[in-house]
């Protein structure tokens, strides 16, 4: 979402190169350029003129730190001014350990409340909690299926009431319901509209007067930039609530709300949907997200990733296999499904460092690849996966009519594992092989 702001930030950084110092001719025309850069992204114009105000004050009332040059330098203090325009500290949300939890999700039609409600359940069970999803959402046809639906897919009860109880009644039975099933939060999935009225906020306002709530979640699409956050501040006005979830955050709008809404509203960012698996749900770091847009990669948020999604010992093993020199296609092809439950290659790349801006431009690696190589190889015999040598012309042909590709697809794939072993018989020759395995395939060193 922040790739045209990153790259903006990464040309304005650019004309600091090569100065000595830091002036108040030079640091003008960075911050011309970093202020066009954040309205250009939808950032509300008094949040950006604010934050190039306080950048200006720091930049010239500091001397070049040692080590850094003025482009650094300026940098730092970005980054820095970013972290608190996206709410400094991390808030996450605050639920009971003991006695029952309860959640009111809010916003209007189209923004992801229910797909939301779904995955913060299945975040929540990961984290040994037992959710039940309330379908308070008495007026969109369907919307009491679309829960259950996805509750389903997650594992998780919903109670719903088709007699046309009204919403607070609904919530009410609903957290009876859960304590009855030995449920310690409950989650409640409300109406939208596709504009803000009075009936809705009236409804919002009566249901966390039948049931107290822990934690009220309004969220918003990131994607409509400005008007989400207009919405919030009609929201925080008129009902109240403890923190924002932003969803489509990996579509391609220009993410000026996820710049804004802190500032604006006084609410912090709290959750953030990054992709549509029920998988793709992130706590919102202030600091990494600072580091994302200005194409300083995300490394934590990758690793946690990793250590949540991927099998460490099915990883240690192919390590091991790696080191050993006996890494085959059927290893290679367990590799994949191991990076494939990460989510999408160009997502993971987008958390290294200097792959924001127009880097991943120059990137040639779609996730339709992956499924290209996966169907080759499940075309492969157990013999043929595991000792490649005997693949000959009349077994690739075979290989391609089995995989819908050609022999030049299967060619290319045969050639790239032959250039790897090659690779790692050289590595191995110099005594590195152990530590290029382990950084590649995530093992540890034994």
């Known amino acids: 979402m922040f790739q045209d702001l990153t790259r903006r930030l990464e040309g304005a950084m650019r004309k600091l190169s090569g100065q000595t110092q830091l002036t108040e001719e030079n640091v003008k025309e960075t911050l011309r350029e970093i202020r066009l850069a954040l309205l250009e ?7 950006a003129k604010t934050l190039v105000s306080r950048v200006k004050e720091q930049a010239l009332g500091q001397t070049v730190l040692e080590g850094l040059d003025p482009a650094q330098q300026v940098v730092k203090i970005v980054h820095e001014e970013l972290k608190q325009l996206l709410g400094g500290d991390t808030a996450e949300l605050v639920l009971p350990e003991k006695g029952m939890a309860t959640v009111m999700v809010m916003g209007l039609q189209g923004s992801g409340k229910t797909t939301f409600c779904g995955k913060l359940a299945k975040k929540l ?7 039940l999803l309330v379908a308070a959402d008495i007026y969109r046809p369907a919307a009491i299926d679309q829960l259950e639906t996805i509750a389903g897919q997650v594992g998780v009860p919903v109670f719903s009431d088709r007699v046309k109880k009204s919403a607070p009644q609904i919530v009410k039975l609903g957290q009876r319901k859960a304590r009855d099933n030995g449920c310690d939060v409950l989650i409640v999935d409300t109406a939208g509209r596709l504009h803000i009225d009075d009936t ?3 409804e919002l306002n009566d249901i966390a007067k039948m049931v107290s709530m822990d934690e009220q979640l309004l969220v918003l699409d990131a994607m409509t930039g400005q008007e989400a956050v207009n919405i919030a501040e009609q929201f ?11 969803t489509k955050l990996d579509g391609d709008a220009r993410g000026g709300a996820a710049l804004s809404v802190k500032e604006i509203t006084g609410k912090p960012v709290k959750l953030v949907g990054v992709g549509e698996k029920l998988d793709d749900l992130e706590v919102f770091h202030p600091d990494r997200m600072a580091s994302r847009i200005l194409g300083m990669g995300d ?10 999604k991927m099998d460490l010992d099915e990883a240690q093993h192919l390590a091991d296999r790696f080191t050993s020199g006996e890494f085959s296609l059927e290893d290679f092809q367990k590799q994949i499904k191991q990076v494939k439950r990460m989510g999408s290659l160009k997502g993971m790349l987008k958390m290294l460092p200097g792959m924001g801006g127009g880097a991943l431009d120059k990137v040639n690696l779609e996730d339709d690849q992956f499924v290209r190589v996966e169907a080759i190889i499940n075309s492969m015999t157990l013999a043929e996966r595991r000792k490649p040598d005997i693949i000959n012309g009349s077994r690739r042909k075979r290989i391609a009519r089995g995989s819908g590709t050609n022999v030049s697809q299967v060619n290319k794939l045969l050639k790239q594992y032959r250039d790897m072993r090659r690779m790692m018989k050289q590595i191995n020759a110099s005594g590195g092989l152990q530590e290029f395995g382990q950084k590649v395939l995530g093992g540890s060193p034994r």
């Open 41 to 47: 992204a939808d950032v509300n114009y008094q949040v």
């Open 125 to 131: 069970v990961s984290e040994g909690r037992k959710p």
């Open 200 to 202: 809705l906020l009236q």
């Open 236 to 246: 925080a006005t008129r009902v109240g609530y403890d923190g924002v979830v932003l």
């Open 299 to 308: 490394v934590l948020t990758l690793i946690e990733q990793a250590e949540s």
